[in-house]
């Protein structure tokens, strides 16, 4: 009998342990979607170990024996006691610009502790639609670079040509982004494309500076906001994030300069 009782004993210690192991990987799944939708959002690392801590801080994970491990394609987050350790890794590959999503993570970690609703929220956050349909985002971007032609000292109907010619390259990266082709590639064609319409608009004799928009087309693809957060992240110690940022932000520039030179060399611009 005594044996007997000492394996139900054993029997439900084992049964409690895989439930709080259970419990605790779900708070690191948790913690890592988190993580993962700030950095494909394009949040700098500082404010991904902030938001991540404040959140660990809710799900009631140990400062001192939580550690998180921030990249620019991986997450990793350990729970270590010097008996048992457990860790979780999160590949993040979508990257793109959503500051709307930055914003409301970091509210949302803040309300955590007053509400036991953190999952549910971060779910709608994550399905949430854009403020704008790309359309609208391209006709905006359109005329941001038209603004830049105008700035550059071109004539009204150089912002015209510039703003449809860039709206056109906006929508033609979009496109190859939808078709799976490389990012750096995807920027290189939209260039091309916007330069090439740049120079037949050249032709039409209705602007007084007809190669202004050739100057300005493709600004849209300046990537300021990696740039910014390459900055950010080496002024925050976060050398090899910074370093990733940075590389990316001249394989895009170089992505932009190849597809107007090529644009160039086919028109033979002089």
């Known amino acids: 009998a005594g044996g007997y009782e000492l394996s139900t004993a054993d029997l439900f210690s084992e049964r409690q342990l895989l439930g709080m192991e259970a419990l605790l ?11 993962q939708l700030l950095v494909e959002s394009a949040a700098d690392t500082n404010r991904v170990v902030r938001n991540l801590n ?8 140990p400062e001192e024996k939580l550690h998180i491990d921030v990249s620019y394609t991986m997450l990793v987050v350990n729970v270590s006691d010097g008996l048992h350790s457990f860790s979780k890794f999160q590949k993040c590959e979508k990257h793109g ?12 970690s ?23 349909v790309p359309y609208v985002v391209a006709i905006g971007a359109g005329f941001a670079c038209g603004g830049f032609c105008k700035l550059f000292g071109g004539d009204w109907m150089a912002f015209l040509f510039t703003s449809i010619c860039a709206f056109a390259g906006f929508r033609v990266r979009a496109r190859c982004m939808e078709f799976g082709i490389n990012h750096y590639m995807s920027i290189a064609i939209a260039a091309l494309i916007s330069t090439c319409l740049a120079y037949v608009s050249s032709f039409a004799g209705l602007s007084e500076t007809p190669y202004h928009p050739l100057l300005a087309c493709a600004l849209f693809i300046v990537p300021g906001v990696p740039l910014i957060n390459f900055v950010d992240d080496m002024i925050d110690n976060y050398i090899q994030v910074g370093i990733v940022r940075a590389v990316n932000t001249v394989l895009m520039v170089c992505a932009m300069a190849f597809g107007i030179v090529i644009a160039m060399r086919l028109l033979t611009v002089e």
């Open 97 to 108: 610009i959503n500051m709307t999503a930055i914003s409301e993570i970091s509210k949302l």
């Open 54 to 61: 404040r959140v660990a801080a809710y799900l009631g994970l």
């Open 25 to 35: 990987r779900r708070k690191l799944d948790l913690l890592l979607r988190t993580g």
């Open 110 to 132: 803040w309300r955590a502790i007053e509400n036991d609703q953190y999952e549910e929220e971060l779910e709608r956050i994550k399905n949430k639609k854009r403020n704008y």
